[in-house]
């Protein structure tokens, strides 16, 4: 065990252990992790290309899909790389600042794909519901802005993470069950009273993904009552289609956040470490990984983009694929 001194109590390291249970097959659960890592990033920054080169898709849906793409690469960029290290290499010391500073990134930027997907469910909602007025209300002026203030919020509410972590006295033990830094992974080897933390983690995950998913759900509640009151059954087909992928997303990050969430409070003691542990790295991955999938699949104009530019300079017309 490593301290700076004995009378503060303060670590000048942290080991992360990986998954608990699971140490003999660490390098195994390293391939896939590292195929999700390597199919988030080559399709992110595939779909940001694709954006900002194709001026069919210079329009605000596109753009908020472009910032989730970025919030995506940052948000598994800040915890693959560690973890992979940890499986394929064994090493598993984290400098102490290098800890907090691992958990307020891994929190500001789960923060910030909850909120742009809030941003894409008021995108959908003025698209289906003022389509007349779409462009003049979302633009780039109003999403640059949205997207600034939705990560202000995120880096203002979880910079306290740091502090409240900092202050902790760590005299039981330096070993994190886990492949990343969070917030209550680190706080809970403290041995000191870690009350705050838990009450503040619980605060902001109701400011942050409380308010999101509330305005998420109105936003479909409005949007759902616009596409029932459409008399042409091929409008109301073509208004859900456009909320498909957005759905799906919502559910791909969601699921496995609530797992993470509610597991980590509630259900330590009758979920298995091990699975905890996986999820709470799906949970940062998955996203990342399925997002540009979805999006490639179910949005006719990124799919037809992206033929035009595979086969661009071929007789093909991506039109009729």
């Not at 394929?88 to 102490?96: A, C, M, S, T, Y």
């Not at 470490?273 to 998955?286: D, E, F, G, Q, R």
């Amino acid at each position: 065990m490593s301290f700076l001194n004995d009378t503060s109590l303060i670590l000048a390291s942290f080991i992360l252990n990986g998954i608990p249970g699971l140490e003999e097959v660490h390098l195994w659960i390293s391939f896939p992790l590292c195929t999700m890592y390597s199919i988030a990033i080559t399709g992110n920054f595939g779909l940001m290309y694709l954006i900002y080169s194709e001026e069919a898709l210079h329009r605000p849906m596109y753009i908020f899909l472009a910032l989730l793409s970025f919030t995506d690469v940052l948000m598994c960029t800040s915890t693959l790389p560690n973890t992979l290290c940890i499986l394929w290499f064994n090493l598993k010391e984290i400098d102490f600042n290098a800890c907090l500073s691992q958990m307020f990134f891994v929190h500001t930027f789960t923060g910030m794909e909850s909120g742009v997907l809030m941003l894409m469910a008021l995108d959908r909602f003025v698209a289906i519901c003022y389509p007349l007025s779409y462009v003049t209300i979302l633009t780039n002026s109003v999403i640059a802005k949205a997207g600034l203030i939705t990560f202000l919020r995120g880096v203002m509410l979880v910079i306290p993470f740091t502090f409240l972590t900092k202050r902790l006295p760590y005299c039981g033990g330096n070993v994190i069950p886990h492949t990343y830094c969070d917030h209550m992974s680190v706080a809970t080897i403290s041995c000191g009273n870690v009350k705050v933390n838990a009450v503040y983690g619980l605060m902001v995950a109701l400011l942050i993904g409380g308010f999101d998913i509330l305005c998420i759900t109105i936003s479909y509640a409005m949007i759902l009552r616009a596409v029932v009151s459409l008399s042409s059954a091929d409008a109301r087909q073509k208004a859900f289609s456009t909320c498909t992928a957005h759905i799906c997303v919502i559910v791909i990050t969601y699921v496995p956040a609530f797992f993470t969430f509610f597991t980590h409070r509630f259900g330590g003691h009758t979920i298995p470490p091990h699975i905890h542990i996986t999820m709470a790295n799906l949970y940062l991955l998955m996203p990342p990984t399925m997002n540009p999938i979805v999006y490639g699949v179910k949005t006719k104009q990124i799919r037809e983009c992206v033929i035009r530019f595979l086969f661009k300079g071929k007789d093909i017309s991506p039109f009729n694929i």
